[in-house]
């Protein structure tokens, strides 16, 4: 599949034939499409907290509230990769139907894996770094609310491949590796910046 996206932000035209291809499409007479993606993109740092952030607690008291701290003595990288690893291996049962990557066999578990081990690294940081599983919960629901932001933005005409391009693809966590880097480099996963209690 071609991988080059491109994005249409006059028309939004992928999101107006979503609307439309979903049977929303009614709310195209109320409300310009522009309108429509202003009020979603609005509605982000909410949806951020309520519902995605209440919605993620559960997992973060679990993932980064209890396990990861209980892994720190195998040190601070183990712990951050095993706990992420381990959250992306959850989510085996979605992938295997299809959610996130459109894979529907190993290759979007082993996807998903990657993944969250990254995005787990930054969001673990978080959590170890505040000492309080709130921030980390709070980005878990930022990235879940943020998942179908390239979906207001894709031009009609545009490939999408949520493997490469989607909010978990492979771009993003070239993002994500990168931000990781300079934390690093700067010495904050450092044991005496990181507050491990």
């Known amino acids: 599949m071609e991988s080059n996206v491109s994005i249409d932000l006059v028309d939004f035209s992928g999101f107006a034939a979503q609307l439309r291809q979903s049977g929303e499409g009614a709310a195209l007479n109320d409300l310009s499409v522009g309108q429509l993606v202003a009020i979603q993109l609005l509605s982000l740092p909410v949806a951020a907290i309520i519902p995605n952030s209440l919605l993620a607690l559960g997992e973060e ?14 040190g601070t990288w183990p712990a951050l990769l095993i706990t992420g690893a381990l959250w ?36 673990g940081w978080l959590r170890l770094r505040s000492s309080s599983v709130w921030p980390s919960t709070i980005a878990h629901g930022a990235l879940n609310a943020a998942g179908g932001f390239a979906l207001l933005i894709i031009d009609i005409r545009s490939p999408f491949d949520p493997v490469s391009t989607g909010p978990l693809g492979w771009s993003t966590w070239i993002v994500i590796m990168i931000v990781i880097a300079a934390l690093a480099a700067s010495g904050q996963f450092s044991a005496r910046r990181l507050r491990q209690r």
């Open 88 to 123: 992306g291996f959850w989510h085996a049962p979605l992938m295997l139907l299809g959610y996130n990557f459109g894979l529907t066999g190993p290759s979007g578990v082993i996807l998903m894996i990657i993944a969250c081990a990254t995005f787990g690294i930054l969001i």
């Open 61 to 74: 008291l679990g993932w980064r509230g209890w396990l990861l701290p209980s892994l720190l003595p195998l």
